[in-house]
């Protein structure tokens, strides 16, 4: 089965703090993304991966970043963290096949509030 | 870009009733149509799919229907039972890789 797995499950921090949401997937999987849930606004895309050192902007990329120096990896970024970042933030990934719609695999969620 | 909206937000049936969500999107070039569900405290799962080549799909008590014209699809599922309790998502996007989700709804199934 394919393991999307993120470390923190439940982090609480401090504004203005900087914060890394860690995420690695085991299937080899080209892509990987960053998604943000919330009550009524379902999953939003905030940045994806296509390959290592490669990254593009979602649709709210505004006060996050991410890192993808390894295939297996993907961490998002809040440079100075705010309370309006408080959320849950999903990652995912899927494999590259040239073709439309390939699954997409969620890892379990990391809960982040902001303080 | 894409717009995907969903409808109800919530749902409940009792159980052994079928339920059904809809979605519609807004980009024509929509070719592929995902449903997720999520449980409680988990991350969601995909639970069917379908390709804009197809007009229907089932899978036992689960069965998705996709209208291009009308521009929107529906999950169905059917003698539901507490175990289908979750909130579920409805997805499309247009080539590859990238999803637009819809709202979710939180499904209740009562005994």
């Known amino acids: 089965d394919v393991k999307v797995t993120q470390s923190s499950r439940y982090l609480v921090k401090r504004t203005g703090e900087k914060v890394f949401l860690e995420c690695v997937q085991d299937?080899?999987?080209?892509?990987m993304f960053w998604y943000r849930q919330d009550p009524g606004l379902g999953l939003r895309l905030i940045y994806f991966?296509?390959?290592?050192?490669?990254?593009e902007k979602g649709d709210i990329p505004e006060g996050y970043s991410v890192s993808r120096e390894k295939k297996e990896r993907f961490s998002l970024i809040l440079e100075s963290a705010s309370t309006n970042q408080t959320s849950m933030y999903l990652c995912?990934?899927?494999?590259?096949?040239?073709?439309?719609?390939?699954?997409?695999?969620f890892g379990e969620g990391s809960w982040l509030t902001v303080v | 870009g894409e717009n995907v909206e969903q409808h109800p937000s919530t749902l409940s049936v009792q159980e052994g009733d079928s339920a059904v969500i809809k979605c519609t999107y807004s980009?024509?070039?929509?070719?592929?149509f995902p449903w997720y569900k999520q449980e409680l405290g988990k991350g969601p799962q995909l639970i069917i799919d379908?390709?804009?080549?197809?007009g229907e799909k089932k899978d036992q008590r689960i069965a998705v229907t996709l209208n291009k014209t009308a521009k929107h699809f529906s999950l169905h599922i059917t003698e539901t039972q507490p175990e289908d309790s979750a909130v579920y998502f409805c997805?499309?996007?247009?080539?590859?890789?990238?999803?637009?989700f819809g709202q979710g709804t939180r499904l209740t199934i009562n005994p």
């Open positions: 995912a990934s899927s494999l590259w096949t040239g073709d439309s719609g390939n699954t997409i695999y």
């Open positions: 980009d024509s070039a929509s070719n592929y």
């Open positions: 991966s296509y390959d290592v050192k490669m990254k």
């Open positions: 299937m080899d999987h080209e892509n």
């Open positions: 379908i390709r804009s080549n197809v």
């Open positions: 997805a499309a996007s247009i080539g590859a890789q990238k999803l637009v």
